[in-house]
């Protein structure tokens, strides 16, 4: 054993910081005892390689910068407490702090009510800096989020290859405030992955299952977009192939935590504390750092293979394996009939939105809450204007509630005119 390994070891037990830069790429002509070395550091640490000596002194010094910071010696503000520049609360969207209002106060029983002022409602988040927003307030509230954080925004990819290679079948961009961009993602991997439908054995509901748990997705895609570095040039990516999900965040784990790690039960590390709040308050996330031991569960519960995670070129990347299929692509064989359609169902039926909004409905009037769920669609306005109002407009659903169409027990039911279109479509 070299001395340098002995150090490694001795370090590592004492519990202080090991910073490891390598030169060169190749390590077949290493001598094996710094062969041993780097395999044993590969397990437990993140190491840098560089090629000359200004990339050494690059990464030392960028290595300390982010030492100073963790262990609170570097007495700057965090990213999500700073201002955001050129910011001011006319940039806050009245509507979504009342929305989140509203959220917080039936899920947590958040103490301000839904008429709070703007103002008043992010000096209670800790979510102003010198009566300017900072960049949290920004990404939860702002009208345009992107237009002061450009990278924030969110890259959602399908491909039919097993690798990242064009053409691309479908790509989206999706932008808004940090609420806006885990629903809309959620959506567009739910859109794509196969389904099957159960039978109402178990209830007057058919169950659906997809090939990965929704539980599954939305817990990578909002944890990818809460605990992100936002100081990054890069942007979160999504992509889904025939054989998984990948979630791309750029950014790493703190120091504190390892990939091992992630197994066992561990506290909460926000990366951005100040945004995690507003999550948290909506029960987008739970702050207690059981996301991923649950999305193990989940896994588990499906009979899927464990995620994967990993931490590379700047990204901390997470691998989700499809059930329906872990080696093939899908086109290489296509089913003659899709598994979520039933014999007498058309293709065309299950896409329409109003032939799902209504058969969800047929045996008893829902609310939005319990509708989202059932047809898989998470976010609001896709839900509202795909689904309801061409329903309600056609008039083949109505509200329980018709007076008061905004009342939280509004619940929505199938007309006479509704049944007689479903019927026909059948």
Known sequence: MSPTH?????????????????????????????????????????????????????????????????????????????????????DISTEKVRWFLARAR????????????????????NLLENERPNNAAILAFGLSPQRFLTTSEVKCMHFHSLQKQKPIPSYQIFKGTIFDLVD????????????????RAMGPQAPVEYDIPQEVVAEGIVNAIAHRNYVSNASVEIMLFPDRLEIWNPGSLPPSLSIKGLRKPHSSQPGNPLLAEPLFLTKYIEKAGSGIIDMYAYCRAA?????????????????VWRKHSETVPVREKRPTQSPTQSPTQSPTQLSDPIYRLLSAVVTRPLSSGELRPL???????????????????????????????GSRLQKYRITGRGRIWLAKQR
Do not use: W
């Not at 039936?106 to 992010?122: F, G």
């Not at 809309?184 to 039978?199: A, C, E, H, I, P």
């Open 6 to 90: 002995r150090e490694f070891l001795a370090a590592s037990v004492a519990g202080k910081t090991r910073l490891i830069y390598v030169k060169g790429t190749n390590d077949r002509l290493r001598h094996p005892k710094i062969k041993s070395l780097l395999c044993l550091a590969g397990g437990e640490l993140i190491r840098r390689r560089f090629d000359t000596i200004p990339e050494l002194q690059s990464a030392v010094y960028a290595s300390l910068v982010k030492y100073l910071h963790d262990t609170g010696r570097l007495l700057t503000r965090p990213f999500d407490a700073t201002a955001a520049r050129n910011a001011t609360l006319k």
């Open 106 to 125: 039936n899920e947590r029983d958040y103490p301000l009510s839904q008429n709070t002022s703007v103002k008043a409602a992010l000096a209670h988040l």
């Open 184 to 199: 809309q993602s959620v959506d567009f991997v739910m859109s794509k992955l196969n389904r099957s439908v159960g039978t």
């Open 303 to 319: 009979e899927m293979k464990p995620p994967r995670f990993q931490v590379e070129n700047g990204f901390f990347i997470l691998t």
């Open 375 to 405: 047809l898989a669609i998470k976010h609001r306005p896709t839900f509202r204007e795909n689904y309801l109002r061409p329903a309600l407009k056609k008039g083949l659903i109505a509200y329980t509630v018709p007076k008061k169409t």
